[in-house]
């Protein structure tokens, strides 16, 4: 009598440039809960791992990561497939060299990936980044450059200020409005910081023509604000 056939074995996971998809079945969501941040770093580093499971190494580490995971997940900043996962892991890494990569990665990533990191900068509040977000605000991408100004207003500083100031004669459109609006971010934290000598310039400037409505009002207000705060005796 002939032996049954042996079941085929089920074909391994084939890797895809898209992310969504079904976990293969010899791994399970669950199990990269289990796993230490060295392991999901290996994971990472495996080039026979499937997209599926550095994705999820990613999404765990974004809870249990360590500086030891900045390299492997800076060197995933520039691929749109992991861009996101890999910032999302990196941006509650309390270390520099979180910081240094996704500088790093201003000169390396596009479209996506390049304002992904830009937001993330924007998310650490990197003062360092500032020279590198202002030369920005020029990119023949706009959303480079919006997501670049709102990064600037959050960060705030002088430095930040004078970039989106000079932004403000020499863009247009949807990119002059980001940086106006930015600049009223910036202005705002002059204000929290008790700088209003800052406040009031950054306010006058926002108040001119050309500069949204909405924007100007909001100065205009803002303006009115910090000189009564500032007449007022201490």
Known sequence: MQAPATPPKPAPAKKSGRLWLEPP????????????????????????????AK????????????PDAVPVLASMLTDERF???????LQPINHPSVDDALRDALTKAKGGPLVGVINSI???????????LSKLLDHADPLVAEAAAWALGTIGGAEAAKALQRALTRTKGRVRAAAAGAGLVCAE???????????????????????PKSVRLAAMH???AAEISLSRPR
Do not use: H, M
Request: net charge positive; aromatic share 8%; proline share 6%.
């Open 25 to 52: 079945p010899e791994l399970q969501p669950e199990q990269f809960d289990k796993l230490s941040p060295s392991e999901l770093i290996a994971v990472l580093k495996d080039p026979n791992s499937t997209d599926f």
């Open 122 to 132: 924007r998310y650490r509040r990197d003062a360092k980044a500032v020279p590198a």
């Open 83 to 89: 861009s996101t996962y890999a910032r999302n892991a």
């Open 222 to 224: 803002g303006a009115i």
């Open 55 to 66: 994705a999820k190494c990613c999404q765990r580490l974004a809870v249990v990561g360590t």
């Open 189 to 211: 934290g002059f204000l929290s910081q008790g700088n209003r000598a800052a406040a009031l310039d950054l306010y006058g400037t926002l108040s001119g023509a050309g500069i």
